[in-house]
């Protein structure tokens, strides 16, 4: 890493990405044939090369190089800029998000399984939580390129982050048979092309091109029963997968709108077997093929075959008679990308299988979670009269961080849904949900190996209790891990309020270490609801420490769904807004004896996870003073950590 390093001056993020976009070179444009000229400011260092072709060729050196900008790639991304690193994020769409972009518009769901989980808190928190909370706020109208934007500006807020839209990986440049020395990438709509060099790297693409042109060991398809002993594979293994989706999505108007579909749309003459049409608004995750193909290869012929069954289906609804209430409605939006399920998974030291998944294991290298159902489909898809799907309900499960980095090139993180498990396993893995908290795990272990000079697996053996304690401090959640951070002072503080609610949420609960409800027990302050506001939550230490940083965790509402969806089914049960439990208005004060000092007031919050920063101040305790909730009657706060 150093020796990289060492060979090049560093450019700013910003100057590079209008050097980048426009060929212009420190003040001057590059034309002069087999140019060479190295800029430098303070950042991520960058040769360019224009050679007299219609070719500009970028060299740029950095920390981390994470190709895919999905929900998984945007979250590593983010971890690893807000843990130190510089960042190149290369995406190969011109939008944010995957599958949940407006290019495929599915909505995201995870552990909660649709808000049906009511024995816990199981929505995803860490950074997936603040995007899911600022999204409800800022888009209201619930519109699928706002979310793009929002995506893009929570990247762009990232000033570790060089964002490469637009751009594919096309192959890598091997230091030896296990270490990737660079990646290689180019971006045809400006006739660019880069060459990527890193200590660290991160597959986050779905498909997983950078691992698999670096060599990284993989599986396609359904293993055998008898391999891992798993009852929900089948008996032969195979390489079948579960196909791709393309969605569409309707609009009611106030008159009859007619609808004639092309020549080539599929001709389905009456309902389908076992795919039941409720509402037209939004659909059909159902419409799936292309899982007894190549998914990677046939990926346009999949997508030919999806847009057609797509309009075969609508012609279905508004043409066939069976469906009378349809008159109004007309196609406002119809998919153009495929949203893909399944197709490469890395190998990693460990491969996640269905008996982990069925008893909720937690493994002590747990670096996420995950909690939605083991859910496979046919790969016939939509051509089969089989059910769209076999889903079988589980508990909460960790992934160990041995299924997040490959078994054979060494400096290879991954996540998303091309992580280390069985096909059975993966039915359950791969929503993007748990593909975010993934990927903030990839990126924060990333960070750590740039910190500490090392492998992934090396980090995995000696650097576990770090990466977790990381995790928990980033608001990620790790099932059975709790805070141990030794340099949390509030750890050792005497915790008190103005009031509590008398179930087991009193003020202790704010300095135990877990951040959200497990099971029964609730791990938050909860005043009393009779009691009014401003209520306070007050942290006294055993003698006066040096405060400078103060980490709030409010409560926002766990245990219910919240995703940005176009379904209106989906959406119904939500609180699209801040959420109600939140605290909204408040005042952080640093004590000194019988003095107090407002550090930090905040208006109109909506985040669950707040942290504040500040000149050094001798402290001898800190108050939170709430003044207003989102609606909630009462204050609640899960945790509040403090450091010198």
């Not at 659909?283 to 075959?305: P, Q, S, T, V, Y």
């Not at 998944?357 to 670096?367: A, H, I, M, Q, Y």
Request: with cysteine; proline share 5%.
């Amino acid at each position: 890493m150093s020796d990289l390093q060492s060979q090049k001056s560093p450019v700013a993020r910003r100057e590079f990405i209008k050097l980048a976009g426009t060929g212009l070179l420190a003040g001057g444009v590059v034309s002069v044939s087999h140019a060479v000229e190295t800029v430098s400011s303070q950042e991520t260092a960058m040769t360019v090369r224009k050679s007299g072709g219609l070719v500009t060729s970028y060299e740029m050196e950095t920390d981390i190089v994470i190709v895919g900008g999905g929900m998984a790639g945007v979250c590593a991304a983010i971890a690893a800029a807000r843990n130190g690193a510089r960042v190149v994020l290369v995406q190969d769409r011109p939008v944010l998000g995957g599958n949940a972009s407006s290019e495929v518009r599915m909505h995201i769901v995870g552990a909660d399984r649709h808000g049906g989980r009511k024995d816990t808190d199981s929505r995803e928190s860490g950074i997936l939580e603040e995007i899911r909370l600022e999204t409800a706020v800022w888009n209201p109208q619930r519109s699928a390129s706002v979310f793009d934007i929002l995506l893009l500006d929570w990247v762009r807020q990232e000033p570790n982050i060089t964002l490469l839209l637009n751009t594919f990986c096309d192959g890598v440049v091997m230091k030896n048979e296990h270490e990737i020395h660079a990646v290689l990438a180019s971006r045809p709509s400006t006739e660019d092309a880069f060459t990527l060099r890193a200590p660290l790297f991160i597959d986050c693409s779905g498909d997983g091109r950078l691992g698999a042109e670096a060599g990284a060991e993989y599986r396609v398809g359904r293993e055998a029963q008898s391999e891992f002993g798993e009852s929900m594979a089948p008996p032969v293994a195979d390489r079948k997968t579960m196909g791709s989706s393309i969605l569409f999505i309707g609009r009611k108007y106030d008159r009859p709108m007619p609808f004639k579909p092309p020549a080539w749309a599929h001709k389905f003459t009456g309902p389908l077997p076992h795919r039941g049409i409720g509402s037209y608004e939004y659909g059909f995750w159902w419409n799936e093929w292309g899982g007894e193909l190549d998914i990677i290869k046939d990926n346009e012929r999949i997508r030919d075959e999806l847009l057609a069954t797509a309009l075969g289906i609508w012609d279905l609804i508004k043409n066939s008679g069976h469906y009378k209430d349809s008159e109004n409605w007309a196609l406002e939006w119809v998919g153009a990308v495929p949203g893909k399920r399944e197709s490469r998974r890395f190998i990693g030291d460990y491969i996640l299988r269905e008996q982990d998944v069925k008893n909720g294991e937690v493994f002590e290298d747990g670096v996420a979670y995950g909690g939605w159902p083991i859910d496979l489909h046919p790969p016939a898809g939509i051509h089969t009269e089989e059910p769209p799907a076999v889903s079988v309900n589980t508990p909460m499960y960790n992934i160990p961080f041995r299924c997040v980095y490959s078994r054979n090139i060494a400096n290879l993180l991954f996540a998303g849904r091309n992580i280390s498990t069985s096909h059975v396993a993966f039915g359950s893995t791969r929503v993007m949900g748990t593909c975010a908290v993934l990927g903030q795990a990839a990126g924060t272990a990333a960070a750590l190996c740039v910190k500490h000079q090392c492998a992934p697996r090396e980090l995995g053996k000696e650097g576990i209790q770090e990466l977790q304690q990381q995790l928990l401090k980033d608001d990620a959640y790790i099932i059975g891990v709790t805070n141990s951070d030794p340099h949390d002072l509030a750890r050792k503080a005497a915790a008190s309020a103005s009031s509590a609610m008398p179930d087991g949420r009193g003020a202790e609960n704010v300095i135990n270490g877990i951040h959200r409800g497990v099971g029964p027990r609730a791990n938050r302050w909860s005043s009393d609801p009779n009691a009014g506001m401003p209520q306070w939550l007050r942290l006294d230490f055993q003698a006066a420490q040096k405060i400078r940083e103060v980490h709030l965790v409010f409560d926002t509402g766990l245990n219910r769904q919240l995703t940005l969806t176009h379904s209106e089914s989906a959406h119904r049960y939500q609180v699209w807004g801040p959420q109600t439990e939140t605290v909204k208005d408040y005042e952080l004060q640093v004590l000194h004896g019988e003095s107090a000092e407002t550090v930090a007031k905040v208006e109109g919050n909506y985040q669950r996870k707040r942290v504040h920063r500040f000149d050094a101040r001798e402290a001898t305790g800190l108050r939170l003073v709430i003044h207003a909730t989102n609606g909630a009657a009462s204050a609640h706060v899960f945790e509040i950590r403090a450091y010198g």
